[in-house]
């Protein structure tokens, strides 16, 4: 699938993930997914385009009936993963009314 797919997929099991679009548009990917929570769904929308040695320029949109998170930044992926995680983690908190 995509980048996004398979971070979703990899730290949260309980997680339905489905593609909506992936594609690369130039050197961006670009990729948007609509995932279930119990019963509850959010989209979200990841883009990135590689910079220089490991470094990449990337956006996150995630979009659910009770908040939206934008962020972005130009990090390694490792630095990525942590603000995808801690974003995910934060909406799935907001669905569940934490």
Do not use: C
Not at 56 to 75: E, F
């Amino acid at each position: 699938m995509g980048y996004l797919s398979d971070v979703l997929r990899d730290e949260y099991g309980n997680l339905e993930v489905r593609k909506v679009y992936s594609s690369k548009l130039g050197d961006t990917d670009v990729e948007i997914v609509e995932v279930s929570s119990g019963g509850e769904k959010f989209i979200a929308m990841f883009q990135s385009i590689p910079v220089k040695d490991e470094i990449y320029k990337w956006s996150l949109i995630i979009t659910s009936a009770h908040n939206t998170r934008t962020i972005k930044g130009m990090d390694r992926l490792d630095a990525i993963n942590l603000a995808l995680r801690s974003s995910i983690e934060a909406i799935i908190k907001g669905i569940k009314g934490e």
